[in-house]
């Protein structure tokens, strides 16, 4: 009689979903951290609002709305309502405070870092599945809130990586000019409106010829997907065209005097309400800027609208403007790490009444990416304690206690696994450990360890062209007492810090 096969599943992530390694997320928590001090020292308040909303909740502002589920990951849950992953951490903070409306101090400042998923098409840097870290004021109304939020993003910037002026820009446009573009064009209809700020969103990866069929009819992309466009005619296409066009320089130019850019929106925007008072409001925030020390970091740019449709004023990208170069020699464009703006309806959605509100969103994830082009914080550094004589665990076990809880505690693990000192020492070499202690029956004795420097051993090795010389001298191991052996392993970390 033949066996039945077993079934074994196909082992395979998810297309858009990524596994986070050690050092990915070791990344990802110390900017969150970093982050996470500033948002502190500018007087917010910490907040976590849970993976899941009911679906209602979040609302119908996503950018890919064509999606299943309306751009989310939505489940039944068993009392029949739809819940989903939150897709970004703004929305559930408008339905805490509208929870919480009479309880809470207003303006809410609030910080919230964490992961948020988006059931968008997947591809190269876009992913399902990202870390933000958010700060908002709730209950703030006018431009000088908005102008809060941009130094904010500015000082981010500055300070999670130490980042100078030539690195970085906070780009800043309004969406109530784009309101104005479409009054003047006799068209301000919701669906319509909302397809061309999506159409203008994707401006970096179409172009100004993709942007142009996004106005119009639509566009078909080099996988043969169709994206309906907003039905504008050839004028009307122009019009917008030459609207983006005003602010659209190279990034690294921040030294465009804006005045030039309100006299160029003035002309397009004609004489509408919603143009006029975005400028009024801009010129606010320019000068409130200023008094903040930060009227070098910022620069209109019309082109950025963000594509999330809840937006209601002002908005602003943070980019990077470093570079570094993939191995074929051409340039890498890091782009947007981060953005914000006002939104005065989500809260409204629930209360009915009018509240004010504004946010950043720095994108740790897409950070944590682009670092992976530059220079990175390694963990502490790692010793491994090799189990020479497998009946005295216990007593590895306690070494590797004393060593965690010395002074300035090292980062320290016993041999677990199966194997002689062979398969131990490069089990050591694997995982990057910067030391090996070995203590044997000859060591136990005389009450010492012997301690492999292994960083310095492979350097060594790699310069010491003579064996003889080598076995001879072995600057890279020495012995110490048993009790010395974290104050050597310190000393040997201090001095090569030195």
Request: with cysteine; proline share 4%; aromatic share 8%.
């Amino acid at each position: 009689m033949a066996k039945t096969r077993m079934h074994r599943p196909k082992a395979r992530r998810p297309r858009g979903f990524e596994d986070r390694t050690a050092r990915v997320l070791r990344t990802e928590r110390a900017l969150a951290d970093a982050v996470s001090r500033v948002y502190e020292r500018w007087g917010f308040e910490p907040l976590q609002t849970p993976a899941f909303e009911y679906a209602d909740a979040l609302g119908k502002f996503l950018p890919d709305e064509e999606r299943p589920n309306e751009g989310v990951f939505a489940v039944r849950d068993d009392d029949a309502q739809w819940m989903a992953l939150r897709y970004d951490l703004t929305a559930p903070l408008a339905r805490f405070v509208a929870e919480n409306f009479q309880d809470i101090a207003k303006p809410f400042r609030r910080y919230q870092f964490g992961d948020v998923w988006r059931n968008e098409k997947p591809g190269p840097g876009r992913f399902r599945q990202f870390v933000q870290c958010d700060a908002d004021s709730v209950g703030a109304p006018g431009p000088v809130a908005d102008a809060e939020m941009i130094a904010l993003a500015s000082e981010v910037m500055m300070d999670v990586r130490g980042l100078s002026d030539k690195e970085y820009v906070i780009r800043v446009n309004d969406r109530r000019f784009l309101d104005g573009v479409m009054e003047f064009l006799g068209d301000a209809t919701r669906e319509r409106r909302l397809r061309v700020l999506r159409a203008i969103d994707k401006i970096d990866r179409v172009g100004f010829q993709g942007l142009e069929q996004l106005l119009g009819e639509g566009r078909k992309d080099k996988s043969g997907d169709f994206t309906e466009g907003a039905g504008l005619d050839a004028d009307q296409r122009r019009h917008v065209l030459d609207f983006v066009k005003i602010g659209v320089k190279d990034a690294s130019d921040k030294t465009a005097h804006n005045a030039q850019v309100f006299e160029q929106l003035t002309r397009v925007l004609g004489d509408t309400d919603a143009g006029k008072r975005a400028v009024v409001d801009m010129e606010t925030i320019a000068a409130v800027l200023d008094a903040l020390g930060k009227s070098d970091n910022w620069r209109l740019d019309t082109s950025v609208v963000r594509g999330l449709g809840y937006y209601t004023g002002p908005v602003f990208e943070a980019e990077l403007l470093a570079e570094a170069i993939h191995e074929g020699g051409s340039p890498i464009r890091f782009g947007s790490v981060g953005g914000g703006g006002r939104y005065d309806d989500l809260v409204t959605r629930f209360t009915g009444q009018a509240v004010p509100a504004t946010g950043f969103s720095f994108g740790v994830s897409r950070f944590a990416a682009i670092l992976g082009w530059r220079d990175v914080d390694e963990a502490d550094p790692l010793v491994l304690i090799v189990a020479v004589e497998k009946d005295r665990m216990a007593e590895y076990f306690a070494l590797v206690r004393d060593l965690r809880q010395a002074e300035l505690g090292l980062r320290a693990e016993v041999f677990i696994g199966g194997g002689g000192m062979s398969k131990q020492l490069k089990y050591a070499d694997q995982r990057d450990a910067a030391f090996a202690v070995i203590i044997g029956s000859t060591e136990r004795e005389k009450g010492e360890a012997q301690i492999k420097d292994l960083a310095l051993g492979a350097r060594l090795a790699s310069e010491i062209s003579s064996n003889k010389i080598w076995r001879e001298d072995q600057p890279a191991q020495f012995t110490v007492p048993r009790a010395k052996i974290a104050d050597a392993i310190r000393d040997r970390l201090k001095s090569r810090s030195a």
